[in-house]
Each structure stands twice: as C-alpha cells, then as structure tokens.
C-alpha cells in the first residue's frame, strides 16, 4: 500500500513537472486570470488604464529615491568587470522574485510598459516598489484592487490554508520533507500535493545565473571568492546550499562579496518556511568593519548570560561570525522591495538550523550605504517631531548602528531550536507565519539586553546608556510606520506597545514649530532595563518551546497601532516610512 502511494505522488509530480513547464505557470505570469481579475481599459500599446488610488502619488512618495552609486575607487579593472558580472546573475533572481511573490504583477506591468500616461506610470512605479501590485503600507491588500495578498503568495496553490496542507501531511507523512521544504513550490493536482524543486521550477533563471557566477568567478583574483561562487553556481542547481554557505562564511575578509541565495522567508506568511530569492552586491569598508570586531570576543559570554533555562543555551561552539561593513550598490529581488535592510545575519540560524548555522555561525553584513540613508532621511527628522525635544537629542547614528550591530549579533543568540514533545523542531515550522515577527523582536531585545551586559563589563561607555536606548526607540518609530504586515514592524509594534503599557514610554502633549498641537514620547530610562530583561524571558521561552499560540496571543495583546501613537503619526506625513535605493545599473523585470 505504501509503494502505491508512493507510485502516485511521483506520477503526480511528474505530471506537475510536464504541466508547469509546458505552461506558463511558473516561469511566465497568468495572463487570462488578470485581465478577467482588474478593470483595465484601453490597450497596452496606446497607454493602459487601471483604477488606482486618488492618494497614489502620496503613497510612493513614502518610499524617498535614494542615488546609491557604484564608486570603483580601489577596485581593479578585473575586479570591476567581476562586478559586471555579478549584476547580470542577480538579475535572474529578480525575474525569480516576481514569480514568487506576484506573478500577476508581470503581465500588469507588461499591459502598462508602454504606456505614457503619468498615471499608468506611478502604478508601474509603485508595483516595483512592492514587489508587486500589494501595498506592504495598507496590510498587503491590491492598491488597485481590494482583494489581499495570498498568505502564501505563489509558494503555494491558490486555495490553501494551513489546515489543508497540515492534514494533507498528516494523512501523508513520507511526503513531508518536500512539502515543508525551503526549497519547493507546493503545487497540487486534486485532492494531491506535491513539492516541485526551486531547480525545476525556475531551471531558465538559475542555469543563466549560474553561468554568471561562474564567469564571475573567473574573473576573481581572490581564490577562495571564486571557489565560493562556483560552489554558489552548484548549489543553484541542486538546491542544496550547505557546502557553498560554509565556503561563504568562511570567506576572509572579501573585497568584494556577494549575497545570493534564497534566505529569508518573510513572504510565506502560510507555513512561515518557504524561502524567497534575493541577492545583493557588497564592496567591504575595511576600516569600518575593523571597528567591529570588539564586539565578537563577546558572543558566547553574552549567550550564557541570557535569561534562559541553561538546558536550553546551545553551546558556545558555532557561535563565531564575521563582520562586514559594506556599501551594496545593487540588490535584487527579496533585498530590493519593500523594507530596505540596513543590515543581515545570513545564513539565518533561527528559520534554516544547518551545518552552516550550528558549525560555523554567520556573517553579519551592515550595509553602510542604506543605514546611513535611513538615518538622514528617516530617522533624525522622525525623532523631531514625535520624541521629546528635551531627549530627541540623545538620538544619534552612532546610536542607531550599535543597536543595528547587536540586533544582529542577537539573531544567533537564544535557542537553535523548538524543544516540542521533548524533541528538537525548527523554530520556523514549529512557530509558523509568526516566527519571522518573533525572531526579529527577540533580535531586538536580546540586543538591547547585550548592551546593557556590555555596559556593565565595560565595553560600553556607561554614559552613552541613554544615547543608546533613545536611539532603540527611535529605530522602533520608524519600524512602526510599517504596520503589522512586515515582520520588522511588527516586532517593533508590539515593543513598543509593551514598553508603553509598563511606563518606560511615555506619551504627553507637544507643540509643533507652528503652535500645532501633537502627541510626543518621552522615556524613563530607569525602567528600561528591567523590562528588557522580562520581554527577553518571554520571546526567548517563546523560541525555546515552540509554543505558537502563546507567539500569537502575545502579539495579539500587543499588536494594535496605539491611539497615541496615531496621533503622533499626524505630524510626520511628511516624512517619508523608508528609502528605496536607485542604483547605477538598471533592475529589468521579466
């Protein structure tokens, strides 16, 4: 009875296979189901029209376009041309993105292209901002439409829940693997479900970006980068990233690197395990990464300082990471739309426990280029208006990147796996959706905890305490703005909402230059380390057991945007929610 079974899933998938790739499924966007699905008038050629928002243009100005050039200075003639090529590979993880996350998105675009008509051009320019036509500002619902994105975006057949395929797995238990795979599209015939290989479903994209990689590779005067990106090249076309993603984090202080993978899963908000393609170039500041090796000497003793049950401390073994500050002047796909990352802890330990994660550790990466952006045009002018003045000035750059640098560090810090049934789970499938938001509020945290153990060991400069809390919060006003779609945000919502409801966060009445009245925040440092420690308890022993309903019953508590907070917002529409970077070369979409 078994054989049979296993008979029909590989007839099944077979079927699949020959079904995708002799239709359009996959590789190309659905044509007939948009044009049925949004209201478009006109022809593409002539200038397509569809209904958009009246406040379009106030919504993509939320995003402010930020120049991020590419600077050759100290790079060799061989070094640029290797650039060259890794900006044609990364295009082909952009073209992967869209089929990831918006297929639709593809032929809207195409009907649009060309089109001359201004506003059938911000449409484009906000689909693009997105990642699709799914504005990440209003809850991921169509900004021209008013259906909501599919939790599990293209990652999953149209109808799923998580219901389905946990009973589809718990009638069939061989096939979990492919199913709760990083690397699989679910795809379904029936009744039946299936995991189609990343290798499979997307072979055009990745055999040309391999190719990429390899000439890249060529091209590298450094030979444990070019060994790297010809493992990179392998892995590919086998979905299997673990020899590569050691040779990675084992790279000695690169000139020039590079991130390419499918790593994070944010979009699957269905399972929470399916990873989305992105890449993003770096070229190393090497004074700047100097500066933070102090802080790595650190990393075990600050795990064993957690508050954590000590059976659930991994050991201090694998808990090595490099540092790199970096300028990135090109990104694609999952590092291009939307929230702009100013840094990354890859590969990620919490959703993807491997030999690179549990043996070697990561690297964390700060992306110079995009923090200092946020920092100018985000961060400083929201602090002006919805912090106390008495204490908005405590808010720094250099405040802000130290909490961006132990958030990182904090990623690898707390428990590497699920204790569920006295057995090891993945943190990411045990928690579920809720996992990315739950990892990022414990890197948060855990962070701000490291600080204050290295302010008491000396490390840190007792005097710049407040400095650096105030700057923590400040981060945590610009976060909010996101909402509670987008993990960061709302990680940083339900922060804040904690640490207003214990009174470290205190809102009261403010004026504006113009006598316009608002509500700002003041704090009360005194408070702030006690609850750091008792909000680390909870996500840390969240992580530790599994337990995704207290995850979502606490996130629930503490989730809702507060009506001070609101009101606070008023007075930063002007301001824009984050950068969205233009870069010296084009990103196509294809």
């Known amino acids: 009875m078994e054989l049979l079974l296993r008979m029909r899933c590989l007839v099944l998938a077979a079927l699949l296979v020959a079904a995708l790739f002799c239709s359009p499924l996959c590789a190309q966007p659905r044509h007939i189901a948009v044009l049925k699905k949004f209201p478009i008038g006109g022809s593409a050629p002539s200038g397509a029209q569809l209904k958009a928002p009246a406040d379009l243009s106030s919504r993509i100005a939320q995003w402010r376009t930020v120049e991020m050039p590419f600077r050759r200075q100290g790079l060799t003639r061989r070094e640029i041309k290797m650039v060259g090529k890794l900006v044609e590979a990364a295009r082909e993880v952009e073209s992967i993105y869209w089929r990831q996350s918006d297929p639709y998105a593809l032929t809207l675009q195409a009907q649009l292209k060309g089109s001359h008509a201004a506003r059938d051009q911000q449409i484009l320019r906000y689909i693009f901002i997105n990642g699709g036509h799914y504005d990440l500002l209003d809850g991921n619902r169509s900004f021209i439409g008013d259906e909501q994105a599919p939790a599990g975006r293209n990652f999953y057949p149209a109808d799923s829940t998580r219901e389905k395929i946990e009973d589809f797995v718990a009638a069939h238990p061989d096939l979990r693997p492919e199913l709760y795979s990083r690397h699989t599209l679910v795809r379904g015939l029936g009744s039946e479900l299936t995991g189609l290989p990343y290798r499979s479903a997307f072979r055009s994209q990745l055999m040309e970006a391999a190719k990429k990689l390899r000439e890249a590779a060529g091209l590298s005067d450094d030979a444990a980068f070019a060994t790297f990106l010809r493992a990179r090249a392998d ?184 204790r569920v049934d006295g057995k090891p789970v993945s943190i990411g499938e045990s928690l579920g959706p809720i996992c990315a938001a739950v990892e990022e509020a414990k890197a948060d945290v855990t962070g701000m905890y490291a600080m204050r153990w290295l302010i008491e060991h000396d490390v840190l400069p007792k005097e710049r305490e407040q400095e650096f809390y105030a700057s923590y919060v400040a981060g945590m006003l610009r976060s909010s703005r996101f909402g509670t779609v987008e993990a960061h945000g709302r990680a940083q919502l339900m922060e804040f909402n904690y640490l207003l409801e214990k009174g470290a966060i205190l809102p009261h009445a403010g004026t504006l230059s113009r006598g316009t009245a608002r509500v700002v925040f003041a704090l009360d ?24 309903t207290r995850a979502e019953q606490w996130f629930a508590r503490y989730g809702e ?30």
């Open 235 to 418: 892995a590919l076309l086998n979905d299997d990233y673990s020899k590569s993603d050691l040779l990675w984090v084992d790279l000695k202080s690169p000139k020039v690197d590079v991130i390419f993978a499918p790593y994070l899963t944010y979009l699957d908000q269905l399972l929470g395990v399916k990873a989305s393609f992105g890449a993003a170039i770096l070229i190393r500041n090497q004074e700047e990464s100097r500066k933070l090796e102090a802080f790595r000497q650190y990393v075990p003793e600050i795990q064993q300082a957690l508050p954590l049950a000590e059976q659930d401390k991994p050991s201090k073994v694998g808990q090595w990471s490099d540092m790199e500050v970096v300028d990135s002047p090109y990104r694609t796909g999952d590092f291009l739309h939307g929230y702009q990352a100013v840094a990354a802890s890859l590969p990620p330990l919490s959703t993807r426990p491997g030999a690179s994660s549990t043996k070697y550790g990561t690297k964390k990466i700060f992306f110079k280029n995009f923090l200092d952006a946020r920092v100018n045009q985000v961060i400083l002018p929201l602090v002006h208006k919805m912090m106390d003045p008495s204490q908005a000035g405590l808010v720094s750059a250099s405040g802000y990147f130290t909490f961006v640098t132990l958030h990182e560090i904090s990623h690898d810090l707390g428990p590497s796996f699920a």
């Open 561 to 590: 945007l507060p009506p001070s907070f609101q009101s606070s917002l008023e007075s930063t529409k002007d301001i824009p929610v984050d950068i969205f970077p233009r870069f010296s070369w084009d990103v196509p979409v294809r």
């Open 525 to 548: 440092f005194s408070k702030f380390p006690e609850l750091i420690e008792s909000l680390d308890r909870e996500l840390l022993e969240i992580e530790v057991t599994g337990d995704r």
